[in-house]
């Protein structure tokens, strides 16, 4: 059987164990009502306050305002020159010497290529020969119709062999009037190996150089005016509806950070069946560091819209946020908003209030 010598320690640590147990809980107990205020006086309890409106940052109350603002929409497009030459050549010829380059200015009358007209001379030399034969053969039926002529008029020949050679005299003059058009064809040709600015412009671009071959209806080089510009955009079709000749736009260039005013002056009456857009154009001031192939945007307005703005001096910025003092039966209170475009004195108000409320300004804030 077990001793008691050896079973006292065991019931002193069980009792310790106990009794460690209740003072944690008891520990325990009291922090909950601490933190719970029973054990404090003075609590107070949640809630809001209302602000006063006769504090020292109130003043005076605006109301919500109303506006219809234009509705504005953009066409992208590209800036160009109303006036677009390409240079190519009447005839064929090899390029002797190429006289510009590209962004070279030039007047009409400026010679900008020269052909080899080798060939050309031959053909005219040629032609000039063909023409002294004809005349000649011209001079002989002639002499021939007349002699014949007086030989009918005697009976002296017969009606057929006068009819022989009357029509050999007329085929005579034929065969002269086409060799003197070959000649004047041949002298224009060689009138083309110089090649001529047909207006007053600038070299845009060169597709030519020396030892090439140019060919009629082949472009050699390009020429713009520079003091002709437009802008060009594409509209989407079921915005057409929204743009009229003569009516206002703004043109904003990126590349220079600029802004023009003008009006539309043209408008493709064609869509285009891939974008299903149209082709609308407006007038460009000459200088102002405009360019050819310059990216622009064309605003244009395209109806109105609804929308609601304050004084800005009303919004309180912390950080990201946005707020407003609202009053309300009970007194002002503080409302989060979402503010959209500043107009002079005024910002517009995307989200957080509605038409007809007040808000209230800072106390130094002066009436509208």
């Known amino acids: 059987m077990n001793s008691p010598v050896h079973d006292a320690p065991g019931r002193r640590n069980v009792g310790l164990k106990v009794w460690g147990a209740i003072g944690a809980t008891a520990a325990t107990l009291l922090l909950l009502l601490w933190m719970a205020g029973f054990l404090t006086s003075g609590k107070i309890h949640p809630g809001t306050v209302p602000q006063s409106p006769t504090g020292p940052d109130s003043g005076p109350t605006v109301q919500v305002r109303v506006d219809e603002q234009p509705l504005m929409r953009e066409a992208v497009g590209t800036v160009g020159s109303r006036v677009a030459v390409a240079v190519a050549s009447q005839v064929m010829a090899n390029v002797l010497d190429v006289t510009v380059g590209v962004g070279a200015t030039v007047h009409k009358g400026d010679v900008l290529l020269r052909l080899d007209g080798r060939d050309l001379t031959a ?82 671009e060169k597709m030519v150089e020396p030892g090439d071959l140019a060919v009629p209806g082949k472009p050699l080089l390009m020429l713009h005016d520079p003091q002709q ?123 957080g209030l509605e038409a007809g409320e007040s808000v209230l300004l800072p106390a130094d804030a002066p009436h509208d």
């Open 123 to 204: 053909r005219l030399r040629e032609a000039e020969a063909g023409a002294s034969t004809a005349r000649a053969a011209l001079g002989g039926a002639e002499a021939d119709y007349k002699r014949f002529e007086a030989l009918i008029a005697r009976h002296a020949v017969t009606q057929k062999e006068f009819e022989d050679v009357r029509t050999g005299y007329a085929m005579a003059q034929s065969r002269l009037q086409a060799a003197e058009q070959a000649v004047a064809q041949a002298r224009v040709a060689l009138g083309y190996v110089e090649i001529s600015a047909p207006i007053d412009g600038v070299v845009a």
């Open 229 to 351: 510009l437009r802008i060009e955009a594409a509209v989407a079709e079921e915005l057409a509806p929204r743009v009229a000749l003569g009516a206002p736009v703004s043109v904003h260039v990126d590349a220079l950070g600029k802004a023009f005013s003008t009006r539309i002056d043209e408008i493709i009456p064609r869509a285009d069946p891939l974008t299903r857009t149209i082709a609308v154009r407006a007038s460009l001031p000459a200088g102002e560091g405009l360019q050819p192939g310059m990216f622009g945007r064309l605003s244009f307005p395209a109806g109105s819209v609804r929308t609601l703005s304050i004084p800005r001096r009303a919004v309180r910025r912390i950080g990201q946020l946005e707020s407003v003092q609202v009053m309300t039966p009970s007194g002002p209170r503080s409302r989060h908003v979402q503010t959209g475009v500043l107009r002079d004195d005024q910002v517009e108000i995307l989200a």
